[in-house]
């Protein structure tokens, strides 16, 4: 099934919190409390805040489609990258969401695919993010995708504060040197 990777739009901000609802708490340590959980996605990642990040100038959402439907999302933000991102201009991929049945497609990596492209046009030279430190499926995949760690930092979620690892990688991959 083709994927089609667009911006988002305010009309999609149901979809964006409903995909955020169900894949959120995957990337999630074992054990984090029901109650944490839904404290988090009820405050950070229902359709208002969506709507707000869209009129955002400083975020940037794409949202891939699959026959027409939302299966998942991907948010760029221009916020301040912890000391230990280099670059000058660093950019944070904030969020990155698929459904379950789009795991493995290579949905995943288009939207990463697209966010590099679109921080290389601007001009960004560092891309970010955090990821939780007991979240495998998201460690092997960022790695696969050329990321690597440079320091962790602490993520709230409700009452819980969870160990993430800070994950960067350049925007254009920089060629092997040949020996």
Known sequence: MPIAITPATLGDAAALADISAIAFPLGCPPGTAAANLHAYIGAEL????????????????LVARASGSVVGFLMLSQSVAPAEVDGIHPIELQRLYVLPP?????????????ALAIAQAMQRDTIWLSVSQQN?????????????QVGQQQFPVGQDLHDDFIYARPVVAVPALSH
Request: with cysteine.
């Open 46 to 61: 229902n359709p208002e805040r969506f709507r707000q990040h869209l009129a955002d100038p400083s975020r940037l959402l």
């Open 102 to 114: 789009f795991h493995g497609t290579g949905t995943a990596g288009a939207l990463v695919n697209r």
């Open 136 to 148: 495998p499926c998201g460690l092997a995949f960022y790695a696969k995708q050329g990321f690597h």
